[in-house]
Each structure stands twice: as C-alpha cells, then as structure tokens.
C-alpha cells in the first residue's frame, strides 16, 4: 500500500525559507517511471504543480517558480524534500506531495496523495 | 503556459442526473489528461487518467472522453457522495497545470 505524508512548519515568516519533506511507504523511488512531486492549494483556489522528481534524478520545477525551488530525494530514507526559499504571504497554501506514475506520455498521474499540509506565511 | 479551462465553475444537480464537466485546452495535449475529484478538507483523488481510463476503484459511473482540446468527465447518475470539487491535469507540456475547479453540489 503506498502512503505518503507531508512535515514542516506550519508557519514561516516572509523572506524565510521553507523546507518540506514527503516521507513515503510502499514503493522505491528508483525507476524512470515512478516520481514524486509537489502541489500546492492557496486556500479556496486551485491546485498548482510545482515541482516533480524522479528515479532516475530526473528533476522537473515550475519555470514560474524554478528560481526558487529545490526537489530532492534520499532514497534509503524514503524522502523526498522540497525547498522554497524567500517565501511571501502569497505563498501561503496547502502543500501536498504525490506519487507519479507514467502510464502514457513523458509524465503521468498523481495516483497517490499525502493528506497535505498547511503553511502560514505570516510575520 | 498550458491554461486550462474548465466549466462550468459550479453546478447543482438532483440525484441520479447526468453531470457533464467539460475542460478545454489552448492546443491539442493529445489526451495527456487527467480528472481528480476533491472533497473539503480531504486531498485530490484520481478518477481518469489519460483521458479515458478508469482509475482502480473508481465506480463506473464516471467516465471521461475527448480528444485534441476538448475533453469530457461525465457522471453518469450523481450521487449524494460525489459532492466535491473537481479538477482536470494536463501533463503533456511543462508546467504540469490543472484547471481552476468545478463544485458540484446536490439541489
């Protein structure tokens, strides 16, 4: 059964850098296929992709949001981290990582889901 | 980047009605898309992936159809449990984007 779930501050403050980590269970980040990846949700809005990494290093961000984002995995503890740095409160938002497989296509589905979690950014 | 245009952003049905959401693309994603269904306070779930394929355990439902820019989730008698808010993903061009949301809700 694959399981994931989101850690880290719920609150940080404007200019800070934010550092999520996604641990994960029930499958090995270390093929082509399989990747992780980062979604946020502003309160009462949509979902925004930010950032994905896969097995085999693959590393793919927002260009919108690149300048600021670093995705990376350690795979004999089954996380996967997520850093944003010179956070703004209209950064604020749920943070969700997923679990991505390539069915079709270069990338692919968010098939599994962490319960997601809330980050403040507030002074 | 890849708008994704969804509509209708809000609906009301009685149970048991066909519901149709539709989602539009700027240029054809060649049915590199996906639809999550959200509930409040809970994560996305998916339903379809690449446009037309049932995702495991998803009742039959729904279902999901289109093609080049224009792509369909239709659920095909509403339940009361399927109160939610959905998205549709595109994943053929980078960034990844998802549409803005339609809330469907029972009248």
């Known amino acids: 059964q694959i399981t994931l779930k989101e850690s880290g501050p719920t609150l940080v403050k404007p200019t800070q850098t934010l550092t999520l980590t996604c641990t994960f269970s029930?499958?090995?980040?270390?093929?082509?296929?399989?990747?992780v990846g980062w979604i946020r949700q502003p309160p009462g809005k949509a979902l925004e992709w930010l950032a994905l990494?896969?097995?085999?290093?693959?590393?793919r961000y927002s260009p919108s949001l690149k300048s600021r984002l670093t995705i990376t995995k350690d795979t004999s503890k089954s996380q996967v981290v997520l850093t944003m740095t010179n956070m703004d409160p209209g950064d604020t938002a749920t943070y969700y990582c997923?679990?991505?497989?390539?069915?079709?296509?270069?990338?692919?589905?968010?098939?599994?889901w962490g319960q997601g979690t809330l980050v403040t950014v507030s002074s | 980047d890849m708008q994704m245009t969804q509509s209708p952003s809000s609906l009301s049905a009685s149970v048991g009605d066909r519901v149709t959401i539709t989602c539009q693309a700027p240029?054809?994603?060649?049915?590199?898309l996906n639809w999550y269904q959200q509930k409040p306070g809970r994560a996305p779930k998916l339903l379809i992936y690449?446009?037309?394929k049932l995702e495991t355990g998803v009742p039959p439902r729904f279902s999901g159809s289109g093609s080049g820019t224009h792509y369909t989730l239709t659920i095909s008698s509403l339940q009361p449990e399927d109160v939610a808010t959905y998205f549709c993903?595109?994943?053929?061009?980078?960034?990844?984007?998802f549409g803005g949301g339609t809330k469907v809700q029972i009248k």
């Open positions: 997923a679990h991505s497989r390539t069915t079709s296509g270069v990338f692919g589905s968010f098939d599994y």
């Open positions: 029930g499958f090995s980040l270390n093929t082509a296929k399989v990747g």
């Open positions: 990494i896969y097995g085999d290093d693959d590393e």
């Open positions: 240029q054809d994603i060649s049915n590199f």
């Open positions: 690449d446009a037309s």
């Open positions: 993903q595109q994943f053929d061009y980078l960034p990844l984007s």
